[in-house]
């Protein structure tokens, strides 16, 4: 039961949210950078609804094969709905401390039989992107735009013919001056975006204008990602216009230089779906977390989306419960993200500045900690301001998987406690009921060796199943392979 203009107000809250956060760890003027963020929603007793922003990160750089860390010191990836991710899993632990020490929680209630925490039916999660995220959502038929001249649409290059970005489409439509003409190439894709156009711009197929000629939108290309498909599944064909590529398929992040092994943010979400937000970790400790919804501001492709947040999970035939196929509801948000790349060229071409724009090498986390934010900023993967020849420990930032193992460890000693109360509780009162299942062999405990992150994350039994089942659907799934996966915390 949401409301229609969810999307517009959880991307509000993280756009307000962001603003609030000053300027430390933002692009500078000719810098751009990707926003996404997660809202909590709860219900309140009187039927209102209460939303607060958990969790956010920017960023869209990530490391090539060669610079991951074996000690997980560094972040791999640092595109923003994956540091998003991980300032949630950390929202989530905190979460999770509240109710093992007995403390009121909106959105976490313990369950004595499994020993876990579960979400409560009144609270939900909503993910925001500033961007549809990379992959196989940004592939989708793109927009040329002809016969504007009065420079409202005119992108940020100097071509005769350039193709519009959504954001010109977003930000015409603010200013309700949004009229087009749609002139088709005669290909189903083409008819399809070509309606889908003419919906967003409230447009009936003719121009409203009487005074000058109204602007063309045509269609015979695809918007491209620079995304590879993995080496096992369909590669792009690469032709001309609308067959460079294939859709549907799996694909790493794009980069420069030293190629990356992490999936695509589309393939990520995708697989958020399905196992879930709160990662192989907490599963020990938390019932699978789903987001509700996922709402999309610039290339915001209803078609692309649905295909590669959506209808890709029907793949998998069943999951183990208690994880479940859970697709999101997609939204799309007319706001603008003013340090986005279309956002930050149209202003340096308003100020009439002769600049080369480029993505932002900084990287933003940002959670909530009862009471308290925690803010975290990174650079390459590692902690600003620390020096390349800092160790790794010092280089060491919030969201890198060490860190992540840190608080786990912690958290997992507070659910330790937490089941053997209950277990004493059960004891004194002579029952029989089962308390604290599936709880051998799950920490380090006192006094024990050393246990690797790789050995935490295979402990977490539940998950590697639901993570079995999601590869035998998708066998394309590369990863960045398990040695990153061995180290102990020093």
């Given at each position: 039961h949401l409301p229609t203009n969810m999307g517009e107000g959880v991307a509000q809250a993280v756009l307000e949210c962001y603003a609030s956060l000053g300027k430390r760890g933002k692009p500078n003027a000719s810098e751009w950078t990707v926003l996404a963020g997660i809202v909590c929603r709860t219900l309140q007793p009187d039927g209102l609804a209460n939303d607060v922003v958990v969790a956010l990160g920017t960023g869209s750089k990530c490391l090539g094969f060669g610079k991951l860390s074996r000690t997980g010191s560094s972040i791999h990836d640092s595109h923003a709905e994956v540091l998003t991710r991980r300032a949630f899993q950390c929202y989530l632990n905190s979460e999770v401390r509240r109710v093992c020490a007995g403390?009121?929680?909106?959105?976490?209630?313990?369950?004595?039989?499994?020993?876990?925490?579960?979400?409560?039916?009144?609270?939900?999660?909503?993910?925001?992107?500033?961007?549809?995220?990379?992959?196989?959502?940004?592939?989708?038929?793109?927009?040329?735009?002809?016969?504007?001249?009065?420079?409202?649409?005119?992108?940020?290059?100097?071509?005769?013919?350039?193709?519009?970005?959504?954001?010109?489409?977003?930000?015409?439509?603010?200013?309700?001056?949004?009229?087009?003409?749609?002139?088709?190439?005669?290909?189903?894709?083409?008819?399809?975006?070509?309606?889908?156009i003419a919906a967003a711009t409230g447009s009936s197929g003719t121009s409203a204008a009487t005074t000058a000629s109204p602007p063309v939108v045509v269609v015979n290309d695809i918007h491209r990602t620079g995304a590879k498909p993995v080496p096992s599944g369909t590669q792009d064909p690469k032709e001309q216009g609308v067959d460079y590529h294939a859709v549907g398929v799996f694909r790493t992040k794009p980069g420069r230089g030293d190629p990356s092994r992490s999936m695509s943010c589309s393939d990520k979400i995708l697989r958020w779906t399905l196992l879930g937000c709160q990662g192989a970790l907490l599963t020990r400790c938390v019932d699978p977390v789903y987001l509700s919804t996922v709402t999309v501001g610039e290339l915001f492709d209803q078609e692309a989306l649905e295909r590669a947040l959506v209808s890709r999970s029907s793949k998998v035939a069943s999951l183990p419960k208690p994880f479940r196929r859970a697709p999101p509801l997609l939204f799309r948000s007319s706001r603008l993200f003013s340090e986005s790349q279309c956002c930050v060229a149209r202003e340096l071409e308003r100020q009439q500045i002769q600049a080369k724009i480029s993505a932002s090498g900084t990287a933003m986390l940002w959670y909530r900690d009862g009471t308290r934010c925690v803010l975290s900023i990174s650079v390459l993967g590692?902690?600003?301001?620390?020096?390349?020849?800092?160790?790794?420990?010092?280089?060491?930032?919030?969201?890198?998987?060490?860190?992540?193992?840190?608080?786990?460890?912690?958290?997992?000693?507070?659910?330790?406690?937490?089941?053997?109360?209950?277990?004493?509780?059960?004891?004194?009162?002579?029952?029989?009921?089962?308390?604290?299942?599936?709880?051998?062999?799950?920490?380090?405990?006192?006094?024990?060796?050393?246990?690797?992150?790789?050995?935490?994350?295979?402990?977490?039994?539940?998950?590697?199943?639901?993570?079995?089942?999601?590869?035998?659907?998708?066998?394309?799934?590369?990863?960045?392979?398990?040695?990153?996966?061995?180290?102990?915390?020093?």
């Open positions: 403390e009121a929680s909106s959105v976490l209630t313990w369950d004595v039989v499994s020993g876990r925490c579960q979400v409560r039916p009144t609270a939900s999660f909503h993910l925001y992107i500033s961007q549809a995220p990379c992959g196989d959502a940004c592939i989708f038929p793109d927009r040329l735009l002809c016969g504007l001249d009065d420079g409202r649409c005119s992108p940020p290059r100097t071509t005769k013919r350039a193709r519009i970005s959504e954001h010109e489409t977003l930000k015409a439509e603010q200013d309700g001056q949004a009229t087009a003409t749609i002139a088709t190439t005669g290909s189903a894709a083409t008819s399809a975006a070509a309606a889908t590692r902690k600003q301001g620390v020096s390349k020849k800092a160790s790794d420990q010092a280089g060491r930032c919030c969201g890198c998987k060490a860190s992540m193992m840190a608080m786990h460890l912690d958290t997992w000693d507070k659910v330790t406690k937490r089941r053997q109360q209950d277990r004493q509780r059960q004891v004194d009162n002579n029952t029989d009921e089962d308390v604290g299942v599936e709880t051998k062999g799950r920490g380090s405990g006192a006094g024990s060796q050393p246990v690797s992150y790789a050995r935490l994350k295979d402990g977490a039994t539940d998950y590697q199943r639901a993570r079995r089942a999601f590869q035998e659907a998708f066998p394309g799934w590369v990863g960045n392979g398990p040695a990153v996966n061995e180290f102990c915390l020093q």
